[in-house]
């Protein structure tokens, strides 16, 4: 069993990343979307066959949940879905070209939040 003391610098740990990742705030990167939508587009913009049974299974999101989200960024005209050749069941997600003009600006600000946050530490509060 871990010491008492571990459990409590893991916990602190959790906090600190939490606030630092903006994992509380209601919308992320100033967007209109929260990090959990914004993890969604992610997870469908780094693949070319993805299907929702494989983003809620990467991110381990409620199917209900995850049918809600993706019905509602295919209203706003974010992605969109193709189904499958091999299984009719299942749909190809893809984002669509509004979907990549959204996300294109939501990545470059991840990247430079993330080497903002890097850049104020020394290269062993890095490590």
Request: charged share 25%; glycine share 6%.
């Amino acid at each position: 069993m871990p010491s008492q003391q571990a459990i409590a610098a893991v916990r602190r740990f959790n906090r600190f990343y939490t606030r630092q990742i903006g994992v509380l705030r209601k919308t992320y990167l100033d967007s209109p979307y929260s990090l959990g939508e914004m993890r969604v587009l992610y997870e469908i913009a780094q693949s070319d066959h993805i299907t929702a049974t494989d983003v809620g299974r990467t991110l381990e999101l409620d199917a209900g949940y995850l049918s809600r989200l993706l019905r509602n960024f295919e209203k706003r005209g974010l992605i969109s879905r193709k189904t499958s050749a091999k299984d009719g069941r299942q749909s190809h997600l893809a984002l669509t070209p509004r979907g990549r003009k959204l996300f294109a600006p939501m990545e470059q600000r991840s990247q430079q939040q993330a080497g903002s946050m890097l850049n104020a530490l020394d290269a062993a509060q890095q490590d």
